[in-house]
């Protein structure tokens, strides 16, 4: 049973940058794609980001494409968001995913999440 346990979420000006990590233990993820999703208040967690098991391959959504860089570190079981110009609209929050099922609400393991709000 892998856990997921986000970090790095806070309160930041808009145009500021923030770096979420996620931790996995419990079991290994470095054959997983992993991926970090949102969920804003009142709407739906949506897809950010994912990234192969190898790190060679990534893909974000529109929404966060050239401000956002999904990356792993599998000897140390941990994926990272780097999040710059960051703006009010990316105020949600973030939720770390093992395997998830393309850009679908779905995946094997899912954080607890960490809250990331933007001022403007």
């Known amino acids: 049973q892998v856990q997921l346990v ?5 309160l930041v000006q ?5 770096r979420l990590s996620c931790a996995a233990s419990g079991g290994t993820i ?11 208040p009142g709407l739906e967690r949506e897809f950010v980001a994912t990234i192969s098991w190898s790190g ?3 893909y974000y959504a529109d929404s966060v494409k050239g401000r956002f860089t999904i990356s792993r570190d599998n000897a140390k079981s941990t994926v990272y ?7 009010p ?8 995913a ?3 099922q393309g ?4 995946a094997d393991y899912w954080g607890q999440g960490t809250q990331v709000t933007v001022s403007s």
Do not use: H, I
């Not at 986000?6 to 806070?10: A, I, K, R």
């Not at 968001?81 to 703006?87: E, F, G, I, T, V």
């Not at 609209?89 to 770390?96: G, L, M, P, Q, R």
């Open 30 to 40: 470095r054959n997983y794609p992993m991926g970090w999703f949102r969920q804003a």
């Open 103 to 106: 850009r679908g609400n779905v």
């Open 81 to 87: 968001l780097q999040m710059n110009s960051l703006k």
């Open 14 to 18: 808009a145009g500021g940058s923030l």
């Open 6 to 10: 986000e970090s790095g979420g806070g």
């Open 89 to 96: 609209e990316d105020t949600a929050v973030y939720y770390c």
């Open 56 to 58: 060679s391959n990534t």
């Open 98 to 100: 093992a395997n998830p």
